[in-house]
């Protein structure tokens, strides 16, 4: 007999003395499917061979013809009421379950685009700054926390995350494609007198160059119609990841 022809039949309710127990009753075979509280199938299957049927009572003299048969516990899948078991966020634990099952995947394809991808020169140098700030701040705020005993200083190691991840950054979207990779020649190189930065445009060899403008911190010593490669993010066009000098 299938669930669903089990589901079909007759709820009846039996009583063996000072137990009871609930489930869908087969007349013909003389089996009764037990359920839970919340009406689901057990799996446990009871063969009723005498009983009242007036007053719904096995006879207490033929308890010793209760036999109880061993099966397959029975498997129902059903949908969850709308509303019912959702979390904090408004999901249910199936859902969640699957949003960490993706985000452990995005995290193992990230690690190994991250191992598997090499950076020129003009980023490299870049990406390691990041990293020594990184580490340059955590330090720091660690040597305050302790010498002033103030755990509040702690705090600053968010700044020596941003960093990191800024590094990280650079690196996957390098993988990714999306930082561009120009060679160019400096065409205007302008230090500013108010603000420690410079401002440098460069240009594409082409018959009709295309330019690129950047103002960049500190005093940088580009070399007009020196040949550089530079790398910019395709999204901040504006900003200067790296360069190396050709």
Do not use: W
Not at 3 to 10: D, N, S
Not at 212 to 221: E, M, R
């Amino acid at each position: 007999m299938t669930t669903k022809e089990i589901y079909l039949l007759p709820r009846r309710i039996f009583t063996f003395g000072t137990l009871t127990r609930e489930g869908r009753y087969d007349e013909e075979s003389k089996k009764l499917y037990l359920m839970d509280d919340h009406g689901n199938l057990t799996g446990t299957v009871l063969t009723i061979t005498d009983y009242v049927e007036e007053e719904g009572t096995v006879k207490e003299e033929t308890e010793d013809t209760l036999e109880t048969e061993a099966v397959e516990p029975i498997e129902m899948h059903q949908e969850e009421p709308e509303g019912k078991n959702k979390g904090r966020f408004g999901l249910t634990r199936a859902e969640l379950s699957e949003g960490v099952k993706r985000l452990k995947k995005r995290l193992s394809e990230a690690r190994r685009v991250y191992r598997e991808t090499d950076l020129p020169a003009g980023l490299q140098k870049k990406v390691l700054m990041q990293y020594l700030m990184a580490i340059g701040i955590f330090l720091f705020c660690l040597f305050l926390a302790i010498t002033e005993g103030r755990l509040s200083y702690l705090a600053g190691i968010v700044v020596s995350l941003g960093f990191v991840y800024m590094g990280l950054e650079t690196k996957l979207q390098f993988a990714a494609g999306k930082i561009v990779e120009q060679v160019v020649s400096a065409v205007d190189v302008k230090p500013s007198k108010a603000r420690n930065r410079t401002k440098v445009v460069f240009a594409t060899s082409d018959d009709i160059p295309s330019y690129f403008t950047f103002v960049v911190p500190g005093k940088k010593d580009f070399m007009i119609n020196g040949v550089y490669v530079i790398y910019f993010n395709e999204d901040r066009p504006s900003v200067l990841l790296g360069h190396i000098a050709l």
